[in-house]
């Protein structure tokens, strides 16, 4: 093939949005809301080992298949971790969390943590807060930064703002998510704490009690390749030059998958 023909992306076919679910039927304390959860984990854990940040996980961006298979989509706003913020507060996709609205400076992990938290909650109560409402309404539902966040903050405006709140009474988290799972509600605020460096990483909310019974280290995958700043050049490729990368890869994936099928026929040709 050479880099003036097209190459055409065909992926499976998904059925429905995880928002259209829990628009349609409540998914309450279903097993489904655990089953959808340890997914969504499994293929962060998955994105997080290469580095990337996914930076735009929401139920509109997380299909399901008929078997009930998830799969994220639209990495358009991913970045690589620790890549330097730079889009106006208004772009940022993501959920705006704690770190965001203070005056976070780099994209990591943990911002893709604080949306599986958000969209947890939403699985449990369908809606938690409109996006219009959540600068506000997210500082009330876990309190405000600790005076030892308090001194991390750059930006004079968002500290004078904050500072008369510091001491305000906050409602449990428990008052915003309708559950009486005591297991869930502790994910919840594992993923949902106000400090980026306190909230559960992937790998960490897989171990949790409340996915555990799913949880299956030997098929939970993590990628061979790990992102670096500088690869962010590959951005600027021409069309020709993403051709040619992309059939490389196709090309690569198949071979190695050969090479898997053949090497299995001839284990069980010695076994015989």
């Not at 499976?12 to 928002?19: I, K, R, T, V």
């Not at 489904?32 to 997080?48: A, D, E, M, N, P």
């Not at 930076?55 to 998830?70: A, T, V």
């Not at 507060?89 to 959920?95: A, G, H, V």
Request: glycine letters at 4%; one cysteine or more.
């Amino acid at each position: 093939m050479s880099p003036e023909d097209n190459i055409y992306l065909i992926t499976e076919h998904q059925d429905a949005s995880l928002e259209q679910l829990i628009l349609s039927q409540p998914l309450g304390e279903t097993h489904y809301t655990k089953v959808f959860l340890y997914q969504i984990l499994r293929g962060l854990k998955y994105i997080h080992s290469a580095n990337v940040v996914h930076c735009n996980l929401k139920p509109s961006n997380i299909l399901i298949g008929h078997n009930c298979d998830l799969r994220i989509t639209d990495f358009d706003h991913a970045r690589i971790q620790g890549t330097k913020v730079t889009e106006p507060f208004s772009e940022i996709q993501c959920f705006r969390t704690p770190e965001l609205l203070l005056g976070e400076c780099t994209y990591e992990f943990a911002i893709d943590m604080w949306s599986v938290g958000y969209i947890f909650a939403r699985m449990i109560n369908r809606e938690l807060f409109s996006l219009e409402d959540w600068k506000v309404n997210s500082l009330h539902a876990i309190g405000y930064p600790p005076r030892s966040m308090m001194s991390g903050i750059d930006d004079a405006n968002i500290s004078e703002n904050l500072e008369p709140l510091l001491n305000t009474r906050c409602k449990p988290l428990r008052c915003y998510i309708n559950t009486t799972d005591l297991e869930a509600m502790g994910l919840a605020e594992h993923l949902l704490a106000f400090d980026p460096k306190a909230r559960y990483q992937a790998n960490q909310a897989l171990l949790h009690k409340y996915v555990s019974f799913y949880h299956d280290p030997d098929d939970e995958p993590v990628s061979e390749q790990r992102w670096s700043v500088s690869d962010t050049d590959y951005v600027n490729l021409p069309v020709d030059t993403w051709k040619t990368l992309i059939l490389s890869e196709i090309l690569d994936h198949h071979n190695k998958q050969l090479s898997s099928e053949v090497s299995s026929k001839y284990v069980m040709v010695e076994m015989k």
